[in-house]
Nanobody, 122 residues
Framework: QVQLVESGGGLVQAGDSLRLSCAASGRAVSNYYMAWFRQAPGKEREFVAG????????DYADSVKGRFTISREKGMNTALLEMNSLKPEDTAVYYCAADFYPTRIGSQVKHWGQGTQVTVSS
């Protein structure tokens, strides 16, 4: 059973930075693709960023490219999301996700964290 626990959310002002962390546990989780999704009120859950376990390859949504950075800590089952130049439209619940196969589609993800709220005030 894979468990994902997010931390690091909070209330910040536009232009600020925030770092989210996802601690993963479970069998073979170090081999999983890990990603971040977010869901704003009244909107569908959307892909934010993803990172493979076996390479340095990363993937980003166009809306966060150049501002957000996802990283995997070697030897640790942790995925970090460094968020810079935050905008009010980044306000959402951010979810950590893990699956054996890389995907941008939420319905294809097998494992989810409980989510952490990020609020960006203008």
């Amino acid at each position: 059973q894979v468990q994902l626990v997010e931390s690091g959310g909070g209330l910040v002002q536009a232009g600020d930075s925030l770092r989210l962390s996802c601690a993963a546990s479970g069998r073979a989780v170090s081999n999983y693709y890990m990603a971040w999704f977010r869901q704003a009120p009244g909107k569908e859950r959307e892909f934010v960023a993803g990172a493979h376990s076996w390479s340095s390859e990363t993937d980003y949504a166009d809306s966060v490219k150049g501002r957000f950075t996802i990283s995997r800590e070697k030897g640790m089952n942790t995925a970090l999301l460094e968020m810079n130049s935050l905008k009010p439209e980044d306000t959402a619940v951010y979810y950590c996700a893990a699956d054996f196969y890389p995907t941008r589609i939420g319905s294809q993800v097998k494992h989810w964290g409980q989510g952490t709220q990020v609020t960006v005030s203008s």
